[in-house]
């Protein structure tokens, strides 16, 4: 440390020692009031002027956490992702709206119709299934009694 | 800063479903790193970030979008403001989970005893450093940042930086200064 910081160093104590307020006595070091969070983030982004700054400086010069905050927003650092618990909890928090009920009916409704489709469909094919089985067992049945040639007899089989 | 794009408040302020994902999926790492910072900082359980990350979005969220209605894109971006709002909820949080008040009773009587107020005390006269310069100097010598990193932080030159050093200790070697001493 050059001579020169450690004057101003020295200097600087002093000025905060003696500039701290005591309890009860309004101004001074240290009791300027805390930014609206607008104001502040404004003044993050240097886009206020000097006047309107005025206050959010006095209260940064006395917040060290508010002007590490600061320090990291002016480094443009990326933020990490966030643990997936905390994204499917917050997105929780807004509920996705109700239906319709005209759309909870037509969804009902073609729930329905695709049971009968389904339905009628399986009964119809099984009902065909059972009209064909029903002719290929005549037919073969006819053949083992009569035998593929006929009445006659020369083809049975036994 | 960080950079982002707009954001639809008033489709959010609706209770649209997909716009309120998509804000969580966009800004929950920055809130989260907020709170995570503030806990770091103050000494806590970083566990507890999730928890606070999700009472922002409470917050923001509660009695109608109002904390939300408050972001003006005219003056931040959202991820700046978030920051800002992430921070002082974290904080809130931490305060109040400080060690119990003692009654006055049980406290000592050290404790509760009103300090004398040293003549000193009484002869800063208001405005003799400028709220930029008192920044300045805490950042210098109660931060050990340099005038690089303290330009970048405000928004300033360096040099702008040195130069409101140099003024503002000048005025203090000449409050200090013995009377009728050399400055």
Same mark, same amino acid.
């Given at each position: ?6 004057? *101003? @160093? ?5 000025? &905060?020692? #003696?500039? &701290?307020?005591?309890? *009860? ?6 009791? #300027? ?8 983030? !404004? ?16 209260? @940064? ?11 990291? @927003?002016?480094?443009?650092?990326? !933020? ?20 319709? !009920? ?9 729930? !329905? ?35 593929? *040639?006929? *009445?006659?007899?020369?083809? #049975?089989?036994? | 800063?960080?950079?982002? $794009?707009?954001? =639809? ?11 309120? =994902? ?42 109608? %979008?109002?904390?939300?209605?408050? %972001? ?101 070697? $000449? ?9």
């Amino acid at each position: 440390m050059t001579d020169i910081e450690r004057d *101003g @160093l020295d200097l600087w104590r002093r000025y &905060r020692a #003696a500039a &701290r307020p005591a309890s *009860g006595i309004p101004g001074g070091f240290g009791s #300027a009031p805390e930014p609206a969070s607008a104001l502040l983030a !404004a003044y993050l982004e240097h886009r206020l002027d000097e006047a309107e700054a005025a206050p959010v400086e006095a209260w @940064l010069a006395h917040n060290p956490d508010a002007i590490i905050l600061l320090s990291e @927003l002016s480094s443009n650092a990326s !933020a990490p992702p966030a643990p997936l618990g905390l994204i499917r909890q917050a997105r929780g928090l807004v509920a996705a709206p109700p239906r319709p !009920a005209w759309r909870q009916a037509m969804a009902w409704a073609s729930v !329905a119709a695709s049971l009968l489709i389904v339905g009628t469909t399986g009964f119809l094919a099984g009902h065909d299934a059972v009209d064909r089985s029903e002719a290929i067992a005549t037919i073969v049945g006819g053949d083992l009694i009569d035998g593929p *040639g006929g *009445g006659d007899g020369d083809g #049975a089989v036994f | 800063m960080v950079q982002d $794009g707009p954001l =639809d408040i008033a489709r959010l302020r609706r209770g649209d479903k997909p716009a309120w =994902d998509a804000f969580v999926a966009r800004f929950a790492g920055i809130i989260h790193a907020a709170v995570a910072g503030v806990l770091q900082r103050t000494g806590r359980d970083l566990n507890e970030a999730s928890d606070l990350a999700q009472d922002v979005f409470v917050r923001l969220c509660k009695d109608d %979008y109002r904390l939300l209605g408050q %972001y003006d894109p005219a003056r931040a971006s959202p991820a700046t403001w978030l920051t800002v709002v992430a921070r002082s909820v974290a904080l809130d949080a931490v305060r109040r989970r400080r060690a119990p008040s003692v009654t006055l009773d049980d406290a000592p009587e050290a404790a509760i005893a009103v300090a004398a107020i040293e003549p000193t005390r009484l002869r800063i006269p208001a405005g003799l450093l400028s709220p930029r310069q008192e920044l300045i100097l805490t950042m210098l010598y109660d931060r050990d940042m340099d005038p690089t990193e303290i330009g970048a932080t405000l928004g300033i030159d360096p040099q702008t930086v040195r130069s409101m050093h140099h003024k503002a200790l000048t005025r203090l070697r $000449g409050h200090f200064a013995p009377p009728g001493g050399d400055v």
